[in-house]
Structures are given as structure tokens and as C-alpha cells.
């Protein structure tokens, strides 16, 4: 907290001319294309003994058969639960005595494993890496105990509405289209995956043709590259066809989905509809525009229905970017008794932003905000191995991050005005989500549109997405 604070001070006061010299220089990157197709980005940085390293297997949670959602998820997890001649607890003792970190899990587009371990450790790295992506084991033992651990992970998660708020709003903004699908799931899904599938969908899935691999730290690139050759060179294209999510189309017309949950004394809502894509070329101006409206302390919607009317501990908004646009929504969550006067003012605030745009004062102050913190999210060798595999997997280049701060500073009001009346919906064109007690928030979930009504401790798929597909 007082280092935000600290930020806060800062970036609010430091002029725009002072800002303007903030960009950054990520380290010099050599990308390689093997013959198999997989792609190698390779960043030289010896600040510490250490080397982090970004894998992406591209497909993701698309690549989930209908009914079978959380399976990309599941076959990820699995990767660290047996690979080539090592056990799941001598990989964890390896990984332990060595002090390195290692994570995998699925996002809605691509797979991935993140690393980082000493520069003495290279050897281990890059044999436990090789290992997990073309010699795991998919023990049945552990296949049995992950999924039990992942349905009983999403059950746990019902305890708190906030959790699943994003999912929720996800699934039924967009019901119909691969974006909608939770990544993780649900417990009907998850309970009816097999060994079997992961099997198939690891040989369907896994390949050369998939891998996108940056590594950055304490290394010589070019015998690196040497290294990363012999490991995955020769490793076989994916079989399956790579899935690409079609374009989806904005939602017209107002629609509530109320998700009841008897005990809840509060109701978490959930106001949005379609955004934005990654490439967007007015990702900028949104960058600004959503800073503004919801991205922090002093932001639009935290300032009326937190700060001046008390309403919430918080409220915000945000935007789901992909290879092709996600929901822009606002969040929040209110007492029981407070529903309708917390979603009318979030509403009404909205509006009032699509009408009014930002002031100089506003403008000038998000842009210092948004450049002060940009270096931040690359100070460490982990956060640049991440960036670098994300930008190779979108397909933007590495000047989105060392120009981003100029690129910033060359907008005005008027442009993210325009941009913003684009991208934000306006209110005859917004789905809500309430979670919260139906039998006492039913009438103010009706003064917002057609409502669709369901249990909260029902598996999500199976009610919010096919509730929504069958309106």
C-alpha cells in the first residue's frame, strides 16, 4: 500500500515533458524459427545468475470439446505430474533442492509453462522442459487425484461470488461463442473428462509447430540457441488442427442473467458487453479510457460508488483482450438492500463518461499514471520472458512495449473521447449479471431487461452458457 501510494504521488505530479523520457529498452532479443515451425525468442540479461523462460503452446482452452471444458487445463497440470524417467515427487525434489520455480496451467488461447531457475541450472532447466512437453507421463494416480483437487478447487470457489463474478459475466455476455467457455471449467465438465481424453488431447494438441519459447537471462544467446535446438528441433508438428476463435459480434438490446444464491447478503453485479482485440489499433486510448473509468483508486466509478456515496469497498473496470475482442464490463458489489441505487449509479456513471470524455486535468493525470507504472511490468527477467511470448503469440511486435509510453503521451482528450463512445456500450446495449439473494433482488433485476434466472450452486456451463444460447 505505501508503495502504491508512493506511485500515486508521483505519477500525478511528475510533469508530462519528465515522463516523456520514462520509455523503456527491453534487452537486445534474437528469434529463431525451426523447421518444425516452433519459434525461439532468446534476450541476453547477466544483471543476476538467472535464467526465466516463458513456453506457450498455442491453442489453449479452444481446444476443448463441448462438454468437456478444463481440459487444455487439466492436460497442463498434468505435465509436472510425471515426464520422461521422473516421477511427479522427483521433479518436486528437483525442483526444490534447486530453488527454482515452475508453473503451467491453460488460458482461453494458448497453454503454458513459466521457469525460473539459477544460471548453473541450465542443464536441469531445459531437460525438465523437454521432458514435460514431449515425455510426459499422464500417471493414472495422479490423473485421478488432479481432477478430484481441481472439481473440489472450482466447489471452494462458490464460497465468494467475487471469484466467479468475471466467468459468469464471460459466459453469458458471449454464450455461443469459444471465448465463453471457463478455462477451468466446471464440475460437470471436469467430471466427465478421462485419462483418455487428456491422452488424445495431448497428441492432438502438443507439437513443435505450437511452441513459442522465450528465454531470457544469464546466457549466451547464439549456444543457447544451440541448446534449445537439439531439445526441440526434432520434435514432430501437432497433428490437430490449431483452433482460431471466429470473430464475435456485439450483443444488441439490454439482458439480465440473476443468479441466485439464498444466503448471499450482498449481490455482486457485473454491467458490460463486447470490447476490444489485442491488436486493436486504438488499444491506447482504451489503456487511457479504462484507467479512468476503473483501473484505479481515483477512477470514475471507485470515486462515486465507493468514495463519495459509500455504496462498495470498490468498483472497476475492465477488459478481457484477445486475439479477437473480449467483454468490457465494470464489476462491483453492494449490500443486499443497496442493489439498485449501486447498479444505477455505476449505469449512470457510465453514461456520463461515454457523454463527457476526460478533462485536461484527467487526461494529463492517467497518462502519468499509466507511464510511471509501465516500467514496472519489466523489471525482472520472468516479466520480460512472459511479455516476449505473449507479443509473438498475438503477433505485435516488441515496439509495443518500448514505444508504449510515447505512443501514450501523443493522445489527447478528443481521440479517446471518440474512442471510448466506440468501445464502451452504451446503456440500451448492456448484459448484467447479479449473483446475490433472488427472492429479495428479483424485482430490481427485472427494471434492467429480460431476466434469465438461475442457481449459483449449479455447474456453470451447463446452466449460464446454454441458459443464455437458448434466449
Known sequence: MKRLALLLAITLSVPVAASRAADIQLPPTRTVTLPNGARLILAEKREVPLISFSAYLQGGALTDPEGKEGLAALTAEMLRKGAGKRSAQQIAYELDTSGAVLGMGAGVEVTWISGEFLARDEGLMVDLLRNMLRNPTFPDSEFVKLKQQSIDALKSEKDDPNNLLTEYGTAFAMAGHPYANPVEGDEKTLERITREDVLAAYRAHYGGDRLILSIVGDFEPKRMEGVLRRAFGDWARAPGTRPVAPAPARARGKRVLLVDKPDATQTYFWIGNLGISRKDPDRDAVDIANTALGGRY??????????????????????????????????????????????????????????????????????????????????????????????????????????????????????????????????????????????????????????????????????????????
Do not use: C, W
Open 298 to 471: 481515483t477512477s470514475f466509478l471507485n470515486t462515486a460508488l465507493r468514495i463519495q456515496s459509500g455504496l462498495t469497498y470498490g468498483a472497476r473496470s475492465r477488459t478481457l483482450r484477445l486475439i479477437e475482442p473480449g467483454p468490457v464490463a465494470i464489476t462491483s458489489y453492494t449490500k443486499t438492500e443497496s442493489t439498485q441505487r449501486a447498479i444505477d449509479l455505476a449505469v449512470e456513471t457510465l453514461e456520463r463518461f461515454r457523454k463527457t470524455g476526460l478533462d485536461s486535468l484527467t487526461m494529463t493525470s492517467v497518462q502519468n499514471y499509466l507511464s510511471g507504472l509501465h516500467p514496472t511490468n519489466y523489471e525482472t527477467s520472468d516479466q520480460i520472458a512472459s511479455i516476449l511470448a505473449g507479443l509473438a503469440h498475438i503477433g505485435l511486435p516488441v515496439t509495443e512495449i518500448t514505444e508504449y509510453t510515447g505512443r501514450l503521451l501523443a493522445l489527447d482528450s478528443a481521440k479517446v473521447h471518440t474512442v471510448l463512445r466506440r468501445v464502451y456500450p452504451a446503456r440500451e446495449d448492456l448484459a448484467f449479471v447479479l449473483i446475490g439473494n433472488a427472492s429479495e433482488i428479483r424485482p430490481v433485476a427485472k427494471r434492467y431487461g429480460e431476466v434469465i434466472e438461475i442457481r449459483f450452486d449449479q455447474p456453470l456451463i451447463d446452466t449460464v452458457s446454454r441458459a443464455a444460447k437458448t434466449r
